[in-house]
């Protein structure tokens, strides 16, 4: 499990690096809320949300990832609500956080984040 745990460190930086580099791209370059009307007023407005949600997770996500390598005790609980937070960011985010969910509320990860596993 320590592994899974590993691999889900890596991929919670590497989702907020990429996601924060895409939503500034999309909000420096293509002009953001000005490319509205490009898309039409709904698909827009899920287009700049989808982008903010990229943004606002963009942080925590890569914070995250480095706790849970190190095996941060307060990685397992802020890892959780930003897994939840995952969920709407679909397609890859959902996975990302179904398997974090799974990974970190299995009974096999209490051990390891406890402060007798140091």
């Given amino acids: 499990m320590e592994n899974h745990i590993k691999v889900l460190g890596l991929l919670?930086?590497?989702?907020?690096?990429?996601g924060g580099i895409a939503s500034l791209v999309f909000?420096?370059?293509?002009?953001?809320?000005?490319s509205v009307s490009a898309y039409?007023?709904?698909?827009?407005?899920?287009?700049?949300?989808?982008?903010?949600?990229?943004?606002?997770?963009?942080?925590?996500a890569m914070v995250l990832g480095f706790g849970l390598l190190y095996m941060r005790p307060w990685s397992r609980s802020i890892g959780?609500?930003?897994?939840?937070?995952e969920l709407m960011n679909f397609p890859i985010g959902t996975g990302i956080?179904?398997?974090?969910?799974?990974?970190?509320?299995?009974?096999d990860t209490d051990p390891l984040f406890s402060p007798r596993f140091r």
């Fill in 27 to 34: 909000f420096l370059l293509f002009a953001g809320p000005a």
């Fill in 80 to 85: 959780t609500v930003i897994a939840i937070l």
């Fill in 40 to 60: 039409g007023p709904l698909i827009g407005f899920m287009v700049i949300g989808w982008m903010w949600l990229l943004l606002i997770l963009a942080v925590p």
């Fill in 97 to 107: 956080g179904i398997y974090a969910l799974w990974v970190l509320m299995s009974a």
């Fill in 12 to 18: 919670f930086i590497l989702a907020g690096g990429f």
